[in-house]
Every structure is written in C-alpha cells, then in structure tokens.
C-alpha cells in the first residue's frame, strides 16, 4: 500500500539479524530500569526537589487553609487577587472566599493567574502531573504568567514508572497530553544564564492537601 | 543551508581568530562540563542507569522494524496518522502537503533536529508558509539566518549584545528606544513577540526525543514549554522523528529520560517532559489533529554498517562539550546541521564522505567524547573508519598519504625504526638549547606559542631493554 513504508521496513528486517523475537513478551513486561534511591519519605523529597526546581510548595492541612494559601500568594506577588480555574469538581468544592474573584472557564492567554489540578506528583524529580481533559486542559499549564496547582499528598508517587502502573490500572488509555512540569517554564538560551518565564509560567505554586 | 563542511580549515581559521565567537565559547566551555559532572554524581545509579539504557536501545534497534509496526498501528488506534519518508525529499513534501491541507499561513516549530536535517524551514518558506522556531535559541538563529551550533544549545555563539542588536532589527514594531541590555529584557521581548506568533499558528511541528511502541506516544523534553504550545494550540500537530527514535515502553523511556537531561545540560530533569498520543481536545470541543512523519534519511543503511552503534545516539550533545576541538572552534566551523563528535561521524554518512572528509580527521582521538557519551558509542572508533574509507577513496591529500606510507614502512621494520627514531632523538638533541627545543621544520605557527622540551638523547626502547636489565641483575 505504501511503497516507502515497506521499502524501510523491509530494509530494516534484513539488517536485524539479531532480531530476538522478544518483541511482544517486552511490550507485556513493562519492565523497570534500575531505580535511583530516594533517600527520603515521598512527601519531604517532592517539597525539597520541586522547591529546587524553582517552585514555591505548601502543605495544606484543610480546604479553608488551601483557599487562604491561595489568597496570600497572589498578595505575596502584588497579583490582583482574581484567577481562572479549569472546570474540576475537586476546585469547585472549596470554600472559596469573597475576597477573591474566581473565573470558572476556560483559560484564555489574557488569564494572569491560572488554578488546576495535578493527577499526581513525582517526589524523585520534584513533578506534577497534569493530564489533559476537560477538567484540566493542558493551556492551563502553559498560558498563564502564575500557575498555581493542588495535588493531593495521596498522589505523589515515588517515580514516573508508579505513574504508568497507576494510569494502567485505572484501566486507562494515555490521555491526548501527558504533562510531567518540574518548575517554571525556563531558558538559557542567552548566555547560558537561567531566565524563568521563558513561554509558559513565569512563577509556579504548589499546594499538597494534607 | 548550504553545507561548508568541505571548508572546514578554512571555517576553522575564521572561527579561531573571531574574538566575540571565542569570548562566548569561553564563556560556554567550563560551566557545561561542570554541571554535567555534579549532576552524574548526585546520582551513584547512573552507571547502572546506562548501562541499561544502552542496552535497551541495542533492543530497540535489533528489533526496530517491529517496533515501528507496532508504534504505527498504536498511532492509528488512538485516532492519529503515520507517514512514512526515506529522505528530505519525501518528508518535507509531506509535511508540506499536511499543512496545505489545513490551509495554513503560519506554522509554530518546536525545535526538530531531523527537522534542520531535512531543511524544513525552507521547504515551508518556498510553499509560502511562515514557520517559526518558537525556541529561544532557534529563533534567534532564524532571525540570523544561521543554523544552529549546537544541538541543545543552538545559540551558544551568541552574545547578548549581538541577540539585542538582531531583536532591534528584526522586532520593528516597538519602540526604538527601549531597553535590551539585561537577559529578562531580552527573553520577556521574545516571549511577547513569540506568544502572538503560537496563537495565530495553524500548525504546530516538534520533532521528538522518544517514539513509545506500546502506546504510539511521541515525547518531548522542553525547558521553555515552546514544544508544548506548539502542539498545543494550532488545530494539527505534526511530529518529526527519525525511525531510530523507537523504544518498547514507556518504563524504557523512563530510563533513558533520567540520562538524557543530566548529559545534555546537567539537569536532573527538563522543567517540561510531555507525552502526546494522538488527537488533542481543543476549548472548542473539536479535536485537533495528529500526524507522526517517520523519517528515514540513511539510517536504515547505518543499522547494516560498522556505523550502527550511531543509531544508539539521544542527541544529549555532551560530546560537543566535552571535546576540546569543539570548545575552541564551535559548531559553525563543522559546516552542517550536526557539530562536534557527533556530527563528524554524522555528516560524512549523511551528506557524502567527499563533501566532509576534514572532519573526521579534526579529532586528537583523546577519547573523552567515548568517554562521557551515556550511550557508551566509541566515536573515535566511528571516526577512524571514516579516515580509513578517505584513504581507501584515494580522498587523503598526497601528503598525508605519502606521510602515513612511510610511517606504516617504518613500524613494520623493527630494525630500521629503532635506526631511524635513534637518529631523530639524537638530531632533536642537538637543535636544542637549555634542553627546550625552540624551532623545528615543517611545524610553522604551532610553535609560535610552544616550546617542546627536547628529548634525553635515547629512545624507548633503549631505556627499556636498559631498564629491564637492570631489574634481572
């Protein structure tokens, strides 16, 4: 059907000699690498690595200390104290107070501040997950200035392969988007000096809920 | 582009006396190295780590056509579409086609290596296509009009004096006067203009790091988020990846994700890793579209050659880094996409062994590239084979070739050498003054800065068999 197609796989099969016929056992196994150790409880090790990478981190112990976080941070950085939250249930139950203006919807370029929700977190690198969906759309990750993000400390897995496992069995396909984000976005594309706010955030917030 | 690798003395005589490229490439050289060397040590698994990523991409490539099917057939599963390309030709007629169909003006690029490979810039910009590279450093060697010398770090040789002075020219629409003396200002005034340009985009391209085979997910490392924008916002995403890019699991990208950042810039992890599998949703409700262009380029033919081991390449760059030819002549010198180590083992197979011979013979054989390259590929071994076809071709120069006969008639005489290098110690003994010799026939300006110290008046082999006896008795 293809004629290049085939030319280069036909091409590729003729020089595989060694070809193994491990293919499918392999693709089954999902078998792990070796693992950096840890050195450190899950928790301790995802609030030290995402604060190196450029992130600030809060544990929160309830949803009324969560909104009051929320808050203090967008007056810590003299931010007009109005955001955009993505469509999540979990936002949508917060007791969200007066003093804030919330914009449920979706995010737009203009959005200054923008709430979502990691699926999980990775304590080896200091990352969240965001997948994409309609209740967390990957622009969220990219288009606002401040990007602030709640995961659940019941989320935060040790490595990216406890997330594959996790995503396997909740039966799950991958999503159109997998998005691991360890920090604000960054360049050193002059001069080799570290700038933050490259493309995407120029500041990242993290709550874990306790 | 066009290709000046067969100029590459003369390339490297430019770059050597081009003080702004020799104040940045010092400024580049140490601080690479080093955060390399810290990040490798804060992890003690890392030879382990490589080990097992080596060994996952010799799987790979014994096994590689069944892996593409499977990557293909994933691809299909989850609502996307492959396309397959043997050289530049195909693929950018292909991509071409893909954004004519959208009726697309401007196109959003994620930085592609496979992409500069097949000179995609220009095949869009000849269909009337505006593409953009959306990284930082792409896009100041695209307003340049330069390709890129380095594979992590494309606008290394730049000077934030000489990035300003191009943003002057080039961002007409905004005040004159305005200051572009600091980094922030210069990446803020990229990151304005460049947001306009992701938004209005039609399509998006990236090229991809790793294809997983068992889900049909390409991947991306960015520290920018431009990658992700570019697949993000434009209604179609076009991925460009070379057929070698292909590894069984997202378990075996994971392994090999954890060597990739601390080789190419000493992270632990880029700040963005993304995994796309198939169409994305879009605020609209509708779908945007995914298309995988799988592209060939001669890899296929390296896989049956001594070069194989090539292939296991994941593009981190430290070689380039590492090398000391490299850190003083940078990547423009090399003449095409692909510089340093790497590229000189590259670029004879892809574009021809005559239009790049000099640069497999620009390398002291030291090693250290081998050395730090975390998918253990012996390129100095890769290079010599180069050199070995160049003399075969008769492409050596008479000199050189004449040189390298009397040398190979000397070694295979034991007698004559030990004659010969005999003599030579002893002449070398008395041009010398203060046991430092100053001026030697033939070696020119290398001098100009050096002194040799002089030999003691014996060869090796001399003091050998003296020493030896020494030791029985």
């Given amino acids: 059907m293809n004629p290049t197609r085939n030319a280069i796989l036909a091409r590729l099969r003729s020089a595989s000699k060694l070809q193994d016929n491990m293919v499918n056992q392999r693709l089954q196994q999902h078998g792990r690498g070796p693992l950096p150790a840890l050195n450190a409880q899950l928790l301790e090790r995802f609030v030290n690595k995402m604060t190196a990478n450029s992130a600030s981190v809060e544990v929160v112990k309830d949803d009324r200390s969560l909104v009051n976080s929320v808050k203090l941070f967008l007056q810590r950085h003299n931010l007009p104290l109005s955001l955009c939250m993505v469509n999540h249930p979990l936002l949508s139950g917060l007791p969200w107070s007066d003093e804030l203006q919330i914009d449920k919807r979706f995010v737009s370029h203009h959005d200054l501040t923008v709430l979502s929700v990691a699926t999980a977190a990775l304590a080896e690198t200091g990352s ?60 050193a594309d002059v001069e080799q000096t570290i700038q933050l706010g490259a493309h995407g955030p120029r500041r990242m917030h993290v709550l874990i809920r306790g | 582009m066009q290709q000046t690798s067969k100029q590459f003395k003369v390339n490297v005589v430019r770059a050597l006396k081009d003080e702004t490229l ?60 492959v396309h397959w390309a043997s050289g530049p030709a195909e693929a950018c007629r292909l991509v071409v086609e893909l954004c004519k169909q959208v009726d697309a003006r401007t196109v959003a690029k994620g930085k592609s290596m496979i992409g500069e490979e097949i000179y995609i810039n220009e095949a869009l910009e000849a269909a009337g296509f505006e593409a953009i590279e959306t990284d930082l450093g792409e896009y100041i060697i695209q307003l340049a009009g330069e ?18 002075e191009l943003f002057r020219r080039h961002h007409t629409a905004l005040e004159n006067n305005r200051s572009l003396d600091t980094v922030p200002e210069i990446v ?9 340009k992701f938004l209005n985009a039609d399509v998006g391209i990236t090229g991809a790091n790793f294809l997983i085979a068992e889900t049909g997910t390409t ?3 960015t520290n920018e988020g431009n990658g992700d924008l570019s697949a993000t916002l434009p209604r179609r995403h076009i991925v460009l990846a070379s057929i070698d890019k292909v590894v069984p699991t997202l378990e075996d990208c994971s392994s090999l994700l954890r060597l990739l950042a601390r080789s190419a810039t000493g992270q632990e992890t880029t700040t963005y890793t993304t995994f796309f599998t198939g169409p994305k ?22 896989l049956f050659s001594e070069y194989r081991d090539m292939l296991r390449c994941i593009k981190c760059g430290t070689c380039m880094y590492h ?18 180590p790497m590229g000189a083992v590259l670029t004879p197979l892809m574009t021809g062994l005559e239009q790049a011979k000099d640069l497999p013979d620009a390398s002291t054989f030291c090693g250290r590239c081998a050395e730090v390259c975390p998918m253990a590929i012996p390129l100095p071994d890769l290079l ?59 070696l020119g300006n290398w001098q100009q800065g050096r002194e040799l110290p002089a030999p003691g008046g014996e060869t090796f082999m001399a003091q050998w068999n003296r020493q030896n006896k020494g030791d029985q008795a």
């Fill in chain 1, 128 to 187: 969240v997950v965001m997948l994409s969906g309609e209740q967390t759309p990957t622009e969220a990750n990219f288009l606002p200035d401040n990007f602030i993000c709640i995961v659940n400390q019941l989320d935060i897995v040790a490595y990216m392969e406890d997330l594959w496992d996790r995503l396997r069995q909740q039966g799950q396909t991958l999503p159109a988007v997998v998005n691991i984000v360890s920090g604000p976005s960054r360049t």
């Fill in chain 2, 22 to 81: 020799q104040q940045a490439m010092h400024r580049a050289r140490g601080g690479f190295v080093e955060k390399r060397r810290i990040a490798i040590e804060n992890l003690p698994e890392f030879d382990q780590i490589k080990r097992h990523g080596i060994a996952i991409k010799n799987h790979s490539l014994d096994n590689l056509a069944d892996y593409l099917e499977q990557f293909e057939s994933k691809v299909i599963e989850s609502g996307g579409q």
């Fill in chain 2, 147 to 164: 390709p890129p010398s380095h594979i992590i770090a494309p606008a290394i040789h730049k000077t934030k004096q000489q990035i300003a």
């Fill in chain 2, 188 to 196: 803020s005034e990229a990151r304005g203009i460049l947001r306009d």
């Fill in chain 2, 219 to 221: 991947m991306i490392v």
């Fill in chain 2, 281 to 302: 949703p879009r605020p609209d409700g509708s779908q945007s579209d995914f298309h995988v262009v799988l592209i060939d380029n001669g890899r296929s033919d390296m």
């Fill in chain 2, 323 to 340: 090398c000391p030819v490299y850190s003083n002549v940078g990547g423009h010198a090399y003449g095409w996409v692909y510089p340093g």
């Fill in chain 2, 384 to 442: 010599r084979h180069h050199r070995d076809k160049a003399y075969k071709l008769h492409l050596t120069p008479a000199g050189q070739r004449w040189g390298l006969g009397l040398w190979a008639g000397l070694a295979k005489r034991p007698r004559v050498y030990r004659l010969v290098s005999l003599m030579a110690v002893r002449l070398m003994k008395m041009l010398s003054k203060h046991g430092v010799l100053r001026r030697l026939p033939f």
